[in-house]
């Protein structure tokens, strides 16, 4: 990875930003969709109830990224997005733009007062019980989006994704066909478990997904991670995902780097370690960040050119974090 430029990726005043995804339109300029939620509420768990994916633009990869306007809106509790809408991962297919991205609802009134908003709130309990995995489609980057009534990953009772779907990783082939992978948790009781990752499957983006086995694609109790990215070449796939716990690739919150020949069975890479919290910027310092998450590599000519990632100015992951922003880093042909 080369320096990071100080002032590249995207920020926004008295937001929490998160996510950041990137692609080149039919404008050539490069847009990035990302998550923002206010920062009258805490960074976490804020962005479950009131996150809302926005894009930015930029005429270059490393940006600074302007912000255009809030793409997917809340739209009312009676949909199954209508109340946050993350995770967006944009994808550029033929003529067709893609959005994957988590959404969810919930019920309720927004929380009073805001800045004491937790995981034990009722709010908070009922919208991560509803998060799914779902699809829009636009013909341009501008919009608009046609977004669906329903979310193209539902739960399944009984299985390792009881509880939830979310964090979309898609791999969209010539022919239209998509590989997904995506994070799951399971009911135990009353409760979640822990965090999984299952791949599901569909012949064409706008048609059936269907889920690719009964077990996740990791044993849980041996690959702790999240935040998945896939991309395809001749050898078969291969994934960048974040180590919640440091156990695979030696560092906490850093990257791990796998490989898979079908994009079913994964394997650690002989170099375990994707990325690291610790970043050079091209002022000549470097930086432990407190995350370092989220991962999405842009493609150009079929090679991958820049690293983005959602990363804060804390110590301790969320527990500290003041600020947050979408970085990118710019990576050796």
């Known amino acids: 990875m080369l320096p990071a430029p100080r002032g590249g990726g995207f920020r926004m005043e008295g937001y929490w930003v998160w996510c950041g995804s990137v692609v080149q339109g039919e ?14 509420l805490p960074m976490h768990p804020g ?4 996150s809302e994916i926005v894009r930015a633009d930029s005429d270059t990869p490393e ?20 109340r946050c809408t993350h995770n967006p991962h944009i994808v550029k297919h033929n003529n067709k733009y893609l ?9 309720l009134s927004d929380p009073e007062p805001p800045g ?36 193209i990953l539902p739960t399944r009772p009984g299985r390792f994704d009881s509880f939830l779907t ?3 990783a898609p791999c969209v082939r010539e022919d ?7 994070k799951a948790r399971h009911y135990e009781g009353n409760l979640h478990g822990g965090m999984t990752i299952g791949v599901a499957y569909a012949d064409h983006y706008e048609g059936l997904y ?33 180590d919640m716990e440091g156990h695979l690739c030696g560092e906490k919150y850093g990257g791990i780097y796998a490989e898979s020949p079908d994009g079913l069975k994964w394997s650690l890479h002989g170099q375990p370690q994707g990325y690291s919290r610790t970043v050079r910027w091209d002022d000549g310092t470097v930086q432990t960040l407190g995350n370092l998450e989220r991962p999405f590599l842009l493609f150009q000519n079929g090679k991958p050119t820049h690293l983005f990632a959602a990363v804060s100015d804390g110590s301790d992951g969320f527990k500290d974090a003041s600020d947050t922003w979408n970085m990118v880093i710019p990576l050796k042909q």
């Not at 940006?63 to 209508?82: H, I, K, N, S, T």
């Not at 019980?129 to 989006?145: E, F, H, Q």
């Not at 849980?220 to 995902?241: C, H, K, L, R, V």
């Open 47 to 50: 962005w479950m109830t009131a």
């Open 99 to 107: 959005l994957y991205y988590t959404g969810s609802t919930h019920p």
């Open 210 to 242: 269907r889920v690719l086995g009964d077990e996740p694609v990791f044993p849980p109790e041996s690959f702790d991670i999240e935040d998945p990215f896939i991309w395809q070449t001749n050898e078969g796939y291969y994934m960048i995902a974040k």
């Open 27 to 40: 404008d050539g300029k490069f847009h990035m969709f990302a998550s923002r939620w206010p920062k009258t």
């Open 176 to 182: 239209g066909s998509v590989l997904l992978i995506y």
């Open 116 to 151: 004491n908003f937790g995981l034990t709130d009722p709010q908070c309990i009922v919208a991560r019980a509803n998060k799914r995995v779902g699809l829009a489609i636009a013909d341009s980057v501008l919009g608009p989006w046609r977004r669906a009534d329903e979310p």
């Open 166 to 168: 979310s964090n979309p």
């Open 63 to 82: 940006g600074p990224y302007q912000f255009c306007e809030v793409v997917l809106p809340a739209r009312g509790a009676e949909y199954w997005d209508g």
